[in-house]
């Protein structure tokens, strides 16, 4: 059973969401339409929110996770992935914020507090430190994160292009009998 209450908090899914069984959806998590779950995900919103927007896909391995509320930081660290991301493989993703129309390369890791604005492209195994903010059309890559490049349009289209990609398949992984 991929979706699970927690504290009589039940995981929401919006139309044509894709989740793989093997998954863990846990607690106050939303799914915005067409989002996708890619097998051996945790998604666990217990102590705090997790928001995953439309067409946004995270893919196999990922985990996901949040910090709890404080009174030093009383909205503590929810996390909020806007549309058409695209979070590749194995990456951990906690309490951070992203926005729209961005790939979180493979085995990335984003901290408590960072903001990443529409458009930006992760690379591989790039570490995100906490609160550090990544700017819309550029390319970060590396442990700790470097600002590398300005993205190419190429790239920014593909942005886009690898979300409605996983909206395709999963709608494949759906038809299946
Ligand atoms: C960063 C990335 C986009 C390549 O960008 P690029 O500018 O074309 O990179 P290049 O291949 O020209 O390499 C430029 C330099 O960055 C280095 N580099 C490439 N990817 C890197 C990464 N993820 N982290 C650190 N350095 C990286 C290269 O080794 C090269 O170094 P050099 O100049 O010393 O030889 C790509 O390597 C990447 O990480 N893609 C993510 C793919 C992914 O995870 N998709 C999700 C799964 S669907």
Not at 65 to 73: A, E, G, P, Y
Not at 126 to 148: A, C, D, H, I, W
Request: aromatic share 6%; proline share 5%.
């Amino acid at each position: 059973m991929a979706l699970r209450t927690y504290q009589s908090i039940a995981p929401k899914t919006g139309s044509g969401c894709y989740i793989d069984a093997s998954s863990v959806i846990v607690g106050d998590v939303h799914l915005d339409d067409d989002a996708s779950i890619w097998p051996l995900v945790a998604a666990r919103g217990d102590v705090n929110r997790i928001r995953i927007g439309a067409r946004t896909n995270i893919q196999d391995g990922t985990v996901l996770h949040v910090t709890r509320r404080s009174t030093q930081n009383p909205d503590g660290h929810p996390l909020v992935i806007g549309d058409d991301v695209t979070v590749g493989h194995k990456c951990m993703l906690h309490g951070c914020q992203l926005g729209n129309r961005i790939l979180v390369g493979m085995g990335a890791i984003i901290m408590d507090g960072a903001i990443v604005e529409d458009d930006v492209f992760i690379g591989a195994g790039t570490l995100v430190p906490p609160n550090k903010r990544l700017e819309s059309g550029f390319l970060y890559v590396g442990n700790p994160m470097q600002k590398k490049r300005p993205l190419k349009e190429s790239e920014i289209a593909f942005l886009k292009q690898s979300a409605i990609n996983y909206v395709q398949l999963k709608d494949e992984y759906l038809a299946q009998p």
